[in-house]
């Protein structure tokens, strides 16, 4: 049963996001999320008080109990006084008080859960950790959006940019290069455009170049005014993509030493 609400979780997390998403991340080079955050107690234990702080207010996790997080090297009293909100309980799922319908009013769809979501963003084309933290770190001011952020792996995301004060101001060049031909001649080739944003999200657009050769897709290079801000919000969204991966499988670490010991036996057994 677990199985099956897991998957419909997925499914639904999948559903509610648009599909150019998708096509977005498989086109754009992503950031490599640091693996060994997620084998980290301290990365895990910040990352739940991230997501706790400011995640949960939109994001539930209700496929989630908040004692599961004994496993990342939380007490009970703990989880109780620092991480759970309101009236919850230990033995509770993360659940948010807005319903649906009201979240579905103020933001014109229900915001995902995020119990499986690491999961929900693998895809053929790349890891659902890289596309989650290229995301987190993928934000930029644009004066022309409704929210005033954009966003390089979600182009005209809904979601603000919550760790902006954290992460600090920076600027961005964003090359795009898409297939082009020629209407007059018919020649074929590859139009590269040229976009950087300032601190404010002022876009200044270069002259669009014609490409002999080369490859659909985006780069991005950003230019943070605060590096030191910089650096160590990079680290608090590696660690919050570390504790979305352990919710997605709480139970993988403990698969994988089970695993090693039931090699180790198989191949005393066998010599």
């Not at 909100?85 to 799922?93: C, E, I, L, S």
């Not at 008080?97 to 929900?120: C, E, M, N, Y």
């Amino acid at each position: 049963m677990k199985t099956i609400l897991s998957r419909c979780a997925a499914a639904l997390a999948a559903l509610l996001v648009s599909g150019s998403v998708l096509a977005a991340g498989a086109e754009l080079q992503l950031d490599k999320w640091p693996t060994a955050r997620g084998r980290n107690l301290a990365a895990l234990q910040n990352g739940a008080r991230l997501f706790s702080n400011y995640c949960l207010g939109c994001h539930s996790a209700n496929l989630v109990r908040w004692n599961r997080l004994q496993q990342i090297g939380l007490d009970d009293r703990q989880i109780r006084d620092f991480l759970i909100p309101g009236n919850q309980k230990v033995g509770d799922t993360m659940k948010i008080a807005a319903s649906p319908a009201h979240q579905k009013a103020w933001f014109g769809k229900t915001p995902p859960d995020l119990s499986v979501i690491t999961r929900a963003r693998t895809s053929f084309d790349f890891r659902g950790v890289d596309y989650l933290f290229t995301l987190l770190r993928g934000y930029y001011r644009d004066a022309s959006s409704p929210t005033g952020w954009n966003n390089v792996a979600y182009p005209n995301i809904g979601m603000p940019h919550i760790f902006w004060e954290s992460q600090g101001p920076r600027e961005v060049t964003i090359e795009e290069v898409h297939a082009h031909r020629d209407p007059k001649t018919g020649h074929a080739g590859f139009l590269k455009t040229v976009t950087t944003y300032d601190a404010d999200g002022i876009a200044t657009k270069g002259e669009p170049q014609l490409l002999a050769s080369g490859r659909e897709g985006s780069t991005h290079t950003f230019r943070p005014l605060d590096p030191a801000k910089a650096r160590q919000f990079d680290a608090d969204a590696a660690d919050l993509v570390a504790f979305l991966a352990f919710i997605t499988d709480p139970s993988a670490g403990m698969r994988v030493s089970i695993g090693v010991w039931v090699m180790l036996f198989l191949g005393l057994f066998t010599i």
